[in-house]
Nanobody
Framework: QVQLVESGGGLVQPGGSLRLSCAAS????????MGWYRQAPGKQRELVAI???????NYADSVKGRFTISTDNAKNTVYLQMNDLKPDDTAVYYC???????????WGQGTQVTVSS
């Protein structure tokens, strides 16, 4: 069992910044993926950014150059620095954890990010 607690969402104006955090606890394998998905009203859930145990990262094309994913030294907390936020970034952001090579994900509770003037 893995527990994910995320924070950092809120309301921000276009062009502003937010930083999301997700703290993981529980039993870990040596290899895993952590990151964020998001779901906006009327849209499908989409991958935003992920990072693996060896610090390999992947980003959605829509956020490349604006968002940065990282972990702390213990690799049990993942951050998403979101810069130059746009209204289309408005969504509920869900922290994601998956042990490798398994396919079963764990999800955080979700945090609302609203970008509006």
């Amino acid at each position: 069992q893995v527990q994910l607690v995320e924070s950092g969402g809120g309301l921000v104006q276009p062009g502003g910044s937010l930083r999301l955090s997700c703290a993981a606890s529980g039993n870990f394998f040596s290899w895993y993926i952590m990151g964020w998905y998001r779901q906006a009203p009327g849209k499908q859930r989409e991958l935003v950014a992920i990072i693996t145990t060896d610090d390999t990262t992947n980003y959605a094309d829509s956020v490349k150059g604006r968002f940065t994913i990282s972990t702390d030294n213990a690799k049990n907390t993942v951050y998403l620095q979101m810069n130059d936020l746009k209204p289309d970034d408005t969504a509920v952001y869900y922290c994601y954890f998956r042990r490798l090579p398994t396919v079963l994900p764990y999800w955080g509770q979700g945090t609302q990010v609203t970008v509006s003037s």
